[in-house]
């Protein structure tokens, strides 16, 4: 897709092609490099297809046991994961769109309607372009003790 090559997981997960860019170095060009990008721009292309904001990975969803215990599962990208019936259930998680922030700051704050969360939670407007810049630069942050998002 657009020149991108990546490797294959299992289930096709957010989480599966970016949670290692949390504790690994990721160096420009390799392999683990263009695999991050190229789940990236799957999740994004997956995500205008069926019409839904993207960040689909693993998560907990609306199915419980005998315990009423919600289930968890794997949820991902159809032509990245090898497991059948990917494209048969989904469940978007905000955690996938946030584990992107490096990558994509911008596509990531639009998919997450950051902006209206934060208008909803009493930011003024000050208060959010400070706070947008900071997730954009990828810096760590507290703000009004109401938001915190670390990168």
Known sequence: ???YK??????GTAFEYLMPNINIPRYKGTLLDESSKFAIMSQIEYAKRIGTPWGISEAAFNLKDLNSNYQYKAFGIPWLGLKRGLED???ISPYGTF?????RPEDS?????????LKEL???KE????LLN??????????NTQVMVSL
């Open 134 to 143: 900071s997730i954009k630069n990828g810096f760590s942050i507290l703000a």
């Open 109 to 117: 704050i639009e998919n997450l309607n950051i902006e209206q969360v």
């Open 127 to 130: 208060e959010m372009s400070n």
């Open 99 to 103: 584990l992107s922030l490096e990558d």
């Open 1 to 3: 897709m657009k020149k």
């Open 122 to 124: 009493g930011f003024n």
């Open 89 to 91: 259930e989904m469940v």
């Open 6 to 11: 990546g490797l294959i997981s299992w289930s």
